[in-house]
């Protein structure tokens, strides 16, 4: 079972300009972590609407302050 199944909120689709805005990097930058694996992919609604799921991008954020907390306690 994945992670949507057992969100415990409802989530939404967020469309790209909210994303940019959310994660607050440049559309080049979006797009190639994408391509490295460093970001959740979208999910595309048709072949031009492409949409990122809420909960995915808020648990991507969560993990970059996880890792920024670890790194501040190792130190």
């Known amino acids: 079972m994945n992670d949507l199944q057992q969100a415990p909120v409802p989530f939404h689709f967020l469309r790209l300009p909210e994303v940019l805005a959310t994660v607050g990097v440049s559309k080049s930058t979006l797009y190639a972590w994408i391509k490295e694996g460093k970001f959740p992919r979208p999910v595309h609604l048709s072949a031009t609407a492409a ?25």
């Open 51 to 75: 949409v990122w799921v809420s909960i995915e991008v808020a648990e991507w954020m969560q993990a970059r302050v996880a890792e920024r907390d670890a790194k501040i306690a190792a130190a």
